[in-house]
């Protein structure tokens, strides 16, 4: 659990804007075939170290990230990322403990709302051709706009 961090978040932490910094190391092949990911949390309460153990280097990758927005949960109220208070910019993962059904299920239901929630905004702020329109970079996120016909782009 050392060397240099394979990606970094920076959040902010209200209302002192102290940083707070969150370091994920490249997963790497372990004992057995098993892929471990170590992370790091300093900023916040005490520091934090872990590891956690994946299948596959996605897999140990995915299960870090769910364990730091755990980690960062208590605080969340008083964390900022790209300016918004409360968000990690860590989104929830759908367990695939359940099996697959489940899991399709779920995501399912998330792409009704996200595109649910879209159609709302679209209708309050016009939909562009010189009318007010939607902001594609909504939030500063730089958030794509769903291509007609509700494909991607």
């Given at each position: 659990?050392?060397?240099?961090?394979?990606?970094?978040?920076r959040?902010s932490?209200?209302?002192?804007?102290?940083a707070?910094v969150?370091?994920?190391?490249?997963?790497?092949?372990?004992p057995r075939?098993?892929w471990?990911c170590?992370y790091?949390?300093?900023g916040?309460?005490?520091g934090?170290?872990?590891?956690?153990?994946?299948e596959?280097?996605i897999?140990?990758?995915?299960?870090?990230?769910?364990?730091i927005r755990r980690e960062?949960?208590?605080?969340a109220?008083?964390?900022?990322?790209?300016?918004e208070?409360?968000?990690l910019?860590l989104?929830?993962?759908?367990p695939d403990?359940?099996?697959?059904?489940?899991?399709?299920?779920?995501?399912?239901?998330v792409?009704?709302?996200?595109?649910?929630e879209?159609?709302?905004?679209r209708?309050?702020v016009?939909?562009?051709?010189g009318?007010?329109?939607?902001?594609?970079?909504?939030?500063?996120?730089?958030?794509?706009?769903?291509?007609?016909g509700?494909g991607?782009r």
């Amino acid at each position: 659990m050392s060397g240099a961090p394979f990606v970094t978040r920076r959040l902010s932490l209200l209302p002192s804007g102290r940083a707070v910094v969150v370091e994920v190391d490249a997963p790497v092949e372990g004992p057995r075939g098993r892929w471990r990911c170590a992370y790091r949390i300093r900023g916040v309460g005490r520091g934090r170290a872990g590891r956690v153990d994946g299948e596959d280097g996605i897999q140990a990758l995915q299960l870090a990230l769910a364990r730091i927005r755990r980690e960062l949960e208590p605080y969340a109220a008083r964390l900022t990322w790209a300016g918004e208070p409360g968000e990690l910019g860590l989104t929830e993962s759908v367990p695939d403990y359940f099996g697959g059904a489940f899991r399709r299920r779920v995501e399912a239901l998330v792409r009704r709302e996200t595109e649910a929630e879209a159609r709302r905004l679209r209708a309050a702020v016009g939909d562009g051709d010189g009318a007010p329109g939607y902001d594609p970079d909504m939030r500063g996120r730089g958030t794509a706009r769903p291509a007609a016909g509700g494909g991607r782009r």
